[in-house]
C-alpha cells in the first residue's frame, strides 16, 4: 500500500484558503482526540499547539520562509490510522462510529503536498499494551510514501500523540497565493487564532463535552523578536442562547420534486462578544457532523458585523 503523491496532486484540486493546511491539522487532531477517547476513559481534554516558524530562506537570504508544527494528544498513528494515511481516497473515518467525526476522502493531507516541499511525521501510539513511535523523516521531493518509510521503534516513556511537520512553501503556491502578502502578518498568532476560532466555533460548540478542558494554543516564531502567542481554550466558547427544531422537507437533486420525506435540522443561536473575539464577520453556516460545510449568510443577513454566529445542523 502506498500513497502515490503526484497522482494525488494532479486528482486533488489546491485549495483557495490560505489557512488550508492548518484547518487540516486541527482537524485531524480533534478527530485522533475524540478516537482516543472512544477507546478508553481520559481524565484530560485535548491539546493541540500549532507552531508557526518564519525565517529567511534563498540563496541571498532575501527570502521569507515558514514551517508549521502541530502536535496532538490524538490517539496517535497506528497501524490502521497509518493504512488510512496512506490510502487517498479511504472510508477509514466512515465506519467509525464516533460522534464529532464526519466522512472524510482523506484527500485534506494532500494540500500538505500541495503547499510544502517537506512533510514529515513523529507519533507515538498504544499497541498491545507498549508504547510504539513511528516517524517519517522530513525529506524534500517525495513522489510517493509507503509503510516501509516509516520507522517504527519502542519509545515506552514518551507521550501518545502526534507531531505534523510541514517546511518550504512550494514556489508555485508561493507565486499564487502569497506574492502580494506578509507572511509575518498572514501567520501572526492572533490572525490565525481568529481565522481558526471562526472556521471551527461551531464543532468546538457541539463537541465540548467530548473535547474536555481543551486547549488549541497558536505560537508565531520570528527571526529577531519575540515569538507571539495566542490560543482558544473551553471558557472561549459561548453558551447556545437559543435551539429550535426544523424539519426540512427532501427534494428529488435533478427536478426538485417534493419528496415526501423530511429531514430534522437543528439550529443553533450563539452570540460572541466583539470586543473580546475581534472575529471579522457574522456566519450562518448549514453544517454537518458539527462543521460548517457551507457559508449562507448573505442569504440572511445585510451586514456582517460580528456580533452573533448561527449555525443550522443535521
Known amino acids: 500500500m502506498a500513497l502515490d503523491i503526484r497522482g494525488s496532486l494532479k486528482n486533488t484540486k489546491i485549495s483557495t484558503n490560505k489557512y488550508v493546511v492548518i484547518e487540516e491539522l486541527i482537524s485531524n487532531s480533534i478527530d485522533s482526540f475524540l478516537i482516543r477517547r472512544s477507546q478508553s476513559p481520559l481524565d484530560f481534554g485535548l491539546i493541540v499547539n500549532v507552531s508557526i516558524s518564519i525565517f529567511s530562506s534563498g540563496l541571498l537570504g532575501d527570502q521569507t520562509d515558514i514551517s508549521i508544527s502541530c502536535s496532538d494528544n490524538g490517539c496517535g498513528l497506528g497501524d490502521e490510522q497509518t493504512d488510512a494515511f496512506l490510502t487517498k481516497d479511504t472510508s477509514y473515518k466512515d465506519d467509525l462510529s464516533i460522534a464529532g467525526i464526519g466522512k472524510c ?144 422537507e427532501e427534494k428529488d437533486p435533478r427536478t426538485a420534486t417534493p419528496l415526501g420525506r423530511y429531514k430534522e435540522f437543528t439550529i443553533s443561536h450563539y452570540k460572541l462578544d466583539a470586543t473580546i473575539f475581534d472575529l471579522p464577520r457574522n456566519a450562518i453556516s448549514l453544517c454537518a457532523k458539527s462543521s460548517p460545510v457551507l457559508d449562507i449568510t448573505r442569504r440572511y443577513l445585510r451586514t456582517h458585523s460580528p456580533f452573533r454566529k448561527l449555525s443550522l445542523t443535521g
Request: net charge positive; aromatic share 10%.
Open 105 to 248: 476522502k482523506g484527500t485534506g493531507r494532500i494540500q500538505f503536498f500541495h503547499s510544502f516541499e517537506k512533510v514529515g511525521v513523529h507519533s507515538a501510539y498504544l499497541s498491545n499494551g507498549r508504547v510504539l513511535t513511528r516517524t517519517l523523516q522530513l525529506v524534500e521531493g517525495r513522489k510517493k510514501i509507503d509503510a516501509a518509510d516509516f520507522v517504527v521503534s519502542p519509545a515506552d516513556n514518551e507521550d501518545i500523540g502526534t507531531t505534523i511537520v510541514l517546511e518550504g512553501i512550494k514556489q508555485k503556491v508561493r507565486e499564487r497565493f502569497y506574492k502580494a502578502e506578509n507572511l509575518h502578518e498572514t501567520f501572526f498568532a492572533l490572525n490565525v487564532r481568529r481565522h481558526m476560532m471562526m472556521n471551527f466555533l461551531q464543532r468546538l460548540v457541539s463537541l465540548k463535552e467530548e473535547l474536555g478542558n481543551f486547549v488549541i494554543s497558536f505560537e508565531t516564531i520570528y527571526p529577531n523578536k519575540s515569538a507571539e502567542r495566542a490560543k482558544i481554550c473551553t471558557f472561549d466558547l459561548p453558551l447556545i442562547t437559543d435551539q429550535k427544531k426544523a424539519l426540512v
